[in-house]
């Protein structure tokens, strides 16, 4: 069976610093990954999405990037940290092949910029 | 892009009684998927049910099932039988085949189940 990680739980880090979020997934190959936002009290906002190594596509503009650098293995990153960055963070896998779309998404990480 | 309304920011409902949770979208796409997810306390998100827009029949998933009227583009969730367990947000999401990988999502329902 598959099953997705993420890394730290809860994170808590101070305005400027550097921010790495990790995700991993395991039991498929070459799911096509995502990171989410959640603000509080707020839907989802999709920030990134990777069909592959190295392939990454962003949905909006901000202090975020993201990175592949493993097929299952999904990195979160800021050089400096902004307040509007707090947030529960999602990651989130599909199968990359055949009509299974459904997303099934990691325990999140709970991130407080102070 | 698409759109996903859920304008029932909370809900209530009666243990063992039935709640309705309403979504609507936005798209010129004929085909399509749409999704609800659950996001208990734990912040975990769970797929609930989902449905293929080529499908007339309506999804069911034990309690859960949906009314999908895609004329209306409306896609609702029915619990029947609530139960506690059920306290959670709810998602209502779409997906397109034909706009790469994006799901869409609404800004959710907040389900409070009273026993």
């Known amino acids: 069976s598959q099953t997705i990680h993420q890394w730290p739980a809860t994170l808590v880090q101070p305005v400027g610093s550097p921010l790495s979020l990790e995700c991993t997934v395991e039991?498929?190959?070459?799911?096509?990954l995502y990171w989410y936002r959640q603000a509080a009290g707020r839907g989802l906002q999709l920030l990134f999405y990777?069909?592959?190594?190295?392939?990454i596509s962003s949905e909006v503009p901000q202090n975020l990037s993201a990175s592949r650098p493993q097929d299952r293995q999904f990195i979160l990153s800021s050089k400096k940290l902004l307040l509007s960055d707090s947030g529960f963070y999602l990651c989130?896998?599909?199968?990359?092949?055949?009509?299974?779309?459904?997303?099934?998404f990691g325990p999140g990480t709970r991130l407080t910029v102070l | 892009a698409q759109t996903v309304t859920q304008s029932q920011p909370e809900m209530s409902v009666q243990e063992a009684e039935t709640v309705t949770l309403s979504c609507t979208y936005d798209t010129s796409e004929s085909d399509y998927y749409l999704f609800w997810y659950k996001q208990p306390p734990s912040r975990q998100m769970i797929l609930v049910i989902r449905q293929e827009a080529y499908k007339q029949q309506n999804a069911t998933e034990n309690r859960f099932s949906v009314n999908f009227q895609k004329a209306a583009k409306s896609f609702s969730l029915k619990i029947s039988d609530s139960q506690l367990g059920d306290a959670a947000m709810y998602f209502c999401a779409y997906r397109s085949p034909n706009t790469g990988n994006q799901f869409y999502f609404g800004t959710g329902t907040s389900l409070t189940v009273i026993p």
């Open positions: 039991g498929t190959s070459n799911p096509n």
């Open positions: 989130a896998w599909r199968r990359g092949q055949g009509d299974t779309d459904t997303q099934y």
């Open positions: 990777s069909v592959g190594i190295g392939q």
